[in-house]
């Protein structure tokens, strides 16, 4: 079982529907929650970053964390069809006792997200 | 200057060359990591520098050498690649190793023949 699950998609909505982007996990050491968004041919970029379980919105994204369920979503209301890429989500674990983490993110897979006008 | 840097954008190069890829960052981050990323998977962490010193090797076969000349800028040497090498490397960076907002650059396409 891969430590972070991501359905791969492909996803296909139609412009101003909301989307719903998913991922899963099974190691209890992820504190520090990411989703990238990547386009075609380019590097990832940074979305959202969360830590605590809860919601966390940044415009037309909303990002939720359920550490109970070890869930974690990311919401686009409104969808363009510029936010047509591939979405991976990300985690990596809590501190250490020296105070610097490991510094390794876990992707999920990525989900290709296409929104047509 | 948010911005993290790679050059060259695309590589071709043969089993017997010598190539470096580059990477700079003009934010200050003092940890700075090489990816590799084949099509339609997540990036894969290969180096970890913090402090211009190697922190992390991820077992990365020794054909590929990284190098952290000083704070701002990261290479990645390549010797007598095999055709499975071919992928986008990615250069990213963060403000401190452990800090999980990393900041890509927009990659290098390297194709092996």
């Known amino acids: 079982q891969k430590e972070v699950e991501q359905d791969p998609g492909p996803l296909s909505v139609p412009e101003g529907a909301i989307v719903s982007l998913n991922c899963t996990y099974s190691?209890?050491?992820?504190?520090?929650f990411m989703w990238y968004r990547q386009y075609s041919r380019k590097g990832p970029e940074l979305l959202m970053y969360?830590?605590?379980?809860g919601n966390k919105e940044d415009g037309r994204f909303t990002a939720q964390v359920d550490k109970s369920s070890k869930y974690i979503s990311l919401f686009i209301r409104d969808s363009q069809p510029s936010d047509s890429a591939t979405y991976l989500c990300?985690?990596?674990?809590?501190?250490?006792?020296?105070?610097?983490?490991?510094?390794?993110?876990?992707f999920g897979q990525g989900t290709i997200l296409t929104v047509h006008p | 200057d948010t911005e993290v840097t790679q050059t060259p954008k695309h590589l071709v190069m043969g089993m017997t060359n010598k190539k470096s890829l580059k990477c700079e960052q003009h934010?200050?981050?003092?940890?700075m990591y090489w990816y590799k990323q084949k099509a339609k998977k997540p990036p894969e962490l290969m180096f970890v520098?913090?402090?211009?010193?190697?922190?992390i090797n991820e077992s990365v076969p020794s054909r590929f050498s990284p190098e952290c000349p000083n704070s701002s800028l990261l290479n990645l040497h390549l010797h007598a690649l095999q055709p499975e090498d071919s992928a986008l490397y990615l250069c990213?960076?963060?403000?401190?190793?452990?800090?999980?907002?990393?900041?890509f650059g927009p990659g290098t396409r390297l194709t092996v023949l």
């Open positions: 990213a960076s963060s403000s401190q190793i452990g800090d999980n907002e990393q900041f």
């Open positions: 190691n209890s050491a992820f504190q520090y």
């Open positions: 969360t830590y605590s379980s």
């Open positions: 990300a985690m990596s674990g809590r501190k250490n006792a020296g105070g610097t983490s490991y510094g390794k993110l876990t």
């Open positions: 934010m200050g981050h003092r940890a």
């Open positions: 520098y913090s402090y211009e010193k190697l922190s």
